[in-house]
């Protein structure tokens, strides 16, 4: 790997044979989260879903921000940022033979490159904390290179009781004709002060996963052909089962508990 340095903040750390150039970032320098790159995640499947929350979310001033686990009374939500929308979250809006809402303004969507997080990842289960690209079509056509994929970089829902990281997963679309590929867990390595770097170089051969400068898994595809949208997300667990509640391992929390990161950054091949 080789290093991009970006003045005043950390570097990144970006695969050899290719030249880079940066297209896209977030160094949340300041105390409020820039709203002309991120929105919030708040429906699930065309409804609002209780796990997500546009609270919980802090500027240190010293270029981190913080993605908190919010209580509110027996409940517990979490903040979910993303660069665009998925289509199929917007809310039916109740009348017309169109069964969504207006769309939402993407503020965000790329196609191919080299995607980097810097963060540190949750330090308490009953949540989890991932970095991913998802197509707004997602599942809109029969060929998911026309529509796009969902690409997983980095989940944590493995972490820290297992101490295992998921990274790789490709799907295809949702519901009964999807079909995952790529997934693999793997265990972190001791870094200073527990940052960890995770990205993706997408590219029209594929996928090639990337933790703090190391190769960590590859796919051929299938390869998404469109643009796609970055999201930083967390969930609080046990809000998709039925009956919907909050995980166990949520009553056990101390708080403050948050997700940590240092800058997202996006890089085309030139």
């Known amino acids: 790997m080789k290093t991009f340095e970006h003045a005043g903040h950390e570097p990144s750390l970006l695969p050899e044979g290719k030249n880079?150039?940066?297209v896209w970032h977030d160094e949340f320098d300041?105390?409020?989260?820039?709203?002309?790159?991120?929105?919030?995640?708040?429906?699930?499947?065309?409804?609002?879903?209780?796990?997500?929350?546009?609270?919980?979310?802090?500027?240190?001033?010293?270029?981190?921000?913080?993605l908190n686990v919010v209580k509110k009374g027996d409940q517990y939500c979490s903040p979910h940022l993303q660069t665009a929308s998925l289509t199929y979250d917007i809310p039916k809006d109740g009348g017309g033979f169109w069964p969504f809402a207006p769309y939402e303004k993407p503020l965000f969507l790329h196609r191919y490159g080299y995607y980097e997080i810097l963060c540190r990842l949750n330090r308490q289960p009953g949540w989890w904390t991932a970095f991913w690209l998802q197509s707004p079509?997602?599942?809109?056509?029969?060929?998911?290179?026309?529509c796009g994929v969902e690409c997983d970089i980095m989940e944590s829902q493995d972490f820290p009781d297992k101490g295992l990281i998921r990274c790789g997963n490709l799907w295809n679309?949702?519901?009964?004709?999807?079909?995952?590929s790529g997934h693999?867990?793997?265990?972190?390595?001791e870094t200073p002060g527990n940052w960890h770097r995770f990205g993706v170089?997408?590219?029209?051969?594929?996928?090639v996963f990337y933790t703090d400068g190391e190769e960590v898994n590859r796919t051929g595809g299938p390869v998404s052909r469109v643009e796609q949208f970055i999201l930083v997300?967390?969930?609080?667990?046990?809000?998709r089962r039925t009956p919907s509640g909050p995980d166990p391992a949520l009553e056990k929390?101390?708080?403050?508990?948050?997700?940590?990161?240092d800058h997202v950054r996006v890089f085309d091949a030139l």
């Not at 170089?201 to 996928?207: H, T």
């Not at 929390?253 to 990161?261: A, C, D, L, Q, S």
């Open 184 to 189: 693999k867990k793997y265990r972190l390595k």
């Open 30 to 66: 300041g105390t409020e989260l820039d709203r002309t790159k991120w929105t919030f995640r708040l429906n699930f499947w065309g409804k609002p879903f209780p796990a997500f929350t546009t609270e919980g979310v802090e500027l240190d001033g010293k270029s981190h921000l913080r």
């Open 173 to 180: 679309g949702y519901g009964s004709n999807a079909a995952g």
């Open 137 to 146: 079509s997602i599942g809109a056509h029969p060929n998911p290179e026309c």
């Open 20 to 22: 880079w150039k940066l």
């Open 233 to 239: 997300s967390t969930e609080c667990m046990g809000y």
């Open 253 to 261: 929390m101390t708080f403050p508990e948050y997700f940590e990161v």
């Open 201 to 207: 170089d997408w590219s029209p051969d594929g996928y």
